[in-house]
C-alpha cells in the first residue's frame, strides 16, 4: 500500500490535513466528506482524536467512551462488508509503532483508575456482595473446565504458561475434585503454592520483566486466594488476608506497568514474543514488520483488556472480602472496559477485527454503564460486565433487564 496523502477535500481548500482515517480532524469540523486516493479495506487501529464516525443502525453503536477516549467503532473504522468472508487481509495498511501506541485500547486515559460515582448507583446490600462471590468461583471452575473465563483469555498463555499458572490450575484442579478425606492435604498444597508466588514478587521487578509472566503471578494469586479465603478453614483466611495485601499492591504496580509499556512501545515486543516464531520480530525498530498486524493488534487487546479484567476482579474481591468481614471498605474505583459480548469471545484475530469493525464495543468506564439498559439488549452485554451491572445497579435491576450472570453458566454454585 503506498502512502496516504491528504484527502481530497483538504486538497481542494489547501489546507493542511492530519491523514487520519476514515476522517481527517478538518472533514470532520466542517461536515464535509472526507475522500482519500487510497484507503484500505481494513484499518485496525486509530490516531488518537479522530473524532465520531458515522453511528451505525445498531443501538449498541452509541455505546463509546468517555470524551476523553477515542471511540473504538472509529479507531477500527468500517470492515469491507462487499469483500465477503474470505477476503484477504493482507491489504491492510502495516501499522508503525506509533500506530500501536494510538489505538484506542492503548491511549493513557483508558488506564486512568477513577471513582465510581455513588449517586448513580444503590448501597450494595449483602446478597449482592455474596452473588459475586459465587459467580467468581464459577468462573474459576470454569477456567478448569474449558481453559478460559471472563478474565482469562482462551489465547492469553497459548504460548507459554507461566509457571505460576501452571502450580494455580493443578492447586484448584485437585481442590474442585477434593473429598473430605483429602481436604486437608490439599489446603496444604495450596497453602505452600500461594506461599511461594507471593513470596517470589522480586522476580517481577526484574531490569527486563516478563509482562506475561507478571500478570500471570497476578491471576495465580488470586485464584488461589479466593481458595483460602472461602473454604471455610481459620488458618487458610489468614493467610489469605495477607495475600490479599500482596495482591492489592501488584494490581497497583501492574497497571501503572502497563501504561509505560504501552506508551514506550515496549508492549509491541511483549506481544511479537507471543507470535508464532516466524512472526516474531526482535526489536521495536522491527516491530512493524510483523507479517501479521492483526494478530498483533488482537493479541495487544488481549493482553491488555486481560490486566483491566484482573485488576478488577482482585481489587473488587478485596472490597467485598473487607465489607464482609468488617462492615465497610474504599471503593476501588473502575478503569475503562470492553463490556460489548463477542470481543472476548473472538478466536481469531479476523473474528475480533470484524466484532470490532461492526459496531462500538463499549469500550467505557462503569460510570457510563447506566446506558446500557435503555440503549442495548442483555444479549449485547458479555458476562464479565454483566457481573459488574449487578454490582452497581442491583440484582432485581439486572435480571429484570435481562437474564443475569449467573444464569449464563450451568456451573455449581458449590466450591
Same mark, same amino acid.
Given at each position: ?39 484500505? =479495506? #481494513?484499518?485496525?487501529?486509530? @490516531?488518537?482524536? /479522530?473524532?465520531?464516525?458515522? %453511528? *451505525? +443502525?445498531? =443501538? #449498541?453503536?452509541?455505546?463509546? @467512551?468517555?470524551? /476523553?477516549?477515542?471511540?473504538? %467503532? *472509529? +479507531? ?91 502450580d494455580a490450575f493443578t492447586a484448584l484442579s485437585t481442590y474442585l475434585a477434593r473429598s473430605a478425606a483429602t481436604e486437608e492435604m490439599i489446603m496444604m ?41 472461602f473454604n471455610g478453614d481459620i488458618r487458610q483466611r489468614h493467610l489469605g488476608e495477607q495475600h490479599l495485601s500482596v495482591l492489592h499492591e501488584w494490581c ?98 479476523l473474528e475480533w477485527t470484524r466484532v470490532c469493525a461492526e459496531k462500538s464495543i463499549g469500550f467505557m468506564h462503569r460510570n457510563d454503564t447506566a446506558r ?44
Amino acid at each position: 500500500m503506498g502512502r496516504v496523502t491528504a484527502c481530497r477535500a483538504c486538497k481542494e481548500a489547501k489546507r493542511k490535513c492530519t491523514k487520519q482515517q476514515p476522517k481527517c480532524k478538518r472533514c470532520i469540523s466542517k461536515s464535509v466528506e472526507c475522500v482519500y486516493s487510497r484507503r484500505s =479495506s #481494513f484499518i485496525i487501529y486509530g @490516531a488518537q482524536g /479522530s473524532g465520531d464516525s458515522a %453511528a *451505525t +443502525s445498531d =443501538s #449498541f453503536s452509541t455505546l463509546a @467512551a468517555p470524551r /476523553s477516549a477515542t471511540h473504538p %467503532a *472509529t +479507531s477500527i473504522a468500517a470492515y469491507h462488508r462487499g469483500s465477503g468472508a474470505q477476503s484477504s487481509l493482507s491489504t491492510v495498511r502495516q501499522p508503525s509503532l506509533l500506530d500501536l501506541r494510538s489505538a484506542w485500547f492503548l491511549t493513557p486515559e483508558s488506564w486512568t483508575v477513577s471513582p465510581i460515582f455513588s449517586k448513580q448507583t444503590l448501597p450494595v446490600p449483602s446478597i449482592v456482595l455474596k452473588s459475586f462471590i459465587v459467580t467468581l468461583q464459577g468462573w474459576l471452575r470454569q477456567w478448569v473446565e474449558t481453559g478460559s473465563n471472563p478474565f482469562i483469555h482462551a489465547e492469553l498463555y497459548r504460548k507459554d504458561l507461566p509457571i505460576d499458572i501452571q502450580d494455580a490450575f493443578t492447586a484448584l484442579s485437585t481442590y474442585l475434585a477434593r473429598s473430605a478425606a483429602t481436604e486437608e492435604m490439599i489446603m496444604m498444597i495450596v497453602e505452600a503454592r500461594a506461599d511461594r508466588v507471593a513470596n517470589t514478587q522480586q522476580e517481577s521487578h526484574a531490569p527486563t520483566p516478563d509482562f506475561f509472566a507478571r500478570l500471570g503471578k497476578i491471576q495465580a494469586l488470586l485464584v488461589l486466594v479466593v481458595m483460602q479465603l472461602f473454604n471455610g478453614d481459620i488458618r487458610q483466611r489468614h493467610l489469605g488476608e495477607q495475600h490479599l495485601s500482596v495482591l492489592h499492591e501488584w494490581c497497583r504496580e501492574i497497571l501503572l506497568h502497563a501504561l509505560q509499556r504501552a506508551q514506550s512501545g515496549l508492549l509491541l515486543l511483549d506481544v511479537c514474543s507471543q507470535l508464532p516464531s516466524d512472526l516474531q520480530t526482535s526489536t521495536a525498530s522491527e516491530a512493524s514488520d510483523c507479517r501479521d498486524q492483526e494478530q498483533l493488534l488482537w493479541r495487544a487487546w488481549i493482553l491488555l483488556e486481560s490486566v483491566r479484567r484482573t485488576w478488577s476482579i482482585a481489587e473488587t474481591l478485596r472490597a467485598i472480602y473487607l465489607t464482609m468481614k468488617d462492615g465497610n471498605a474504599d471503593c476501588p474505583g473502575s478503569t475503562m472496559l470492553t463490556t460489548r459480548k463477542g470481543a472476548w469471545e473472538a478466536g481469531t484475530a479476523l473474528e475480533w477485527t470484524r466484532v470490532c469493525a461492526e459496531k462500538s464495543i463499549g469500550f467505557m468506564h462503569r460510570n457510563d454503564t447506566a446506558r446500557v439498559f435503555t440503549e442495548c439488549s442483555p444479549t449485547d452485554i458479555d458476562p464479565f460486565s454483566l457481573t459488574f451491572l449487578e454490582l452497581d445497579f442491583g440484582l432485581d435491576k439486572v435480571r429484570a433487564w435481562g437474564s443475569g450472570p449467573s444464569q449464563s453458566y450451568a456451573y455449581p454454585t458449590c466450591f
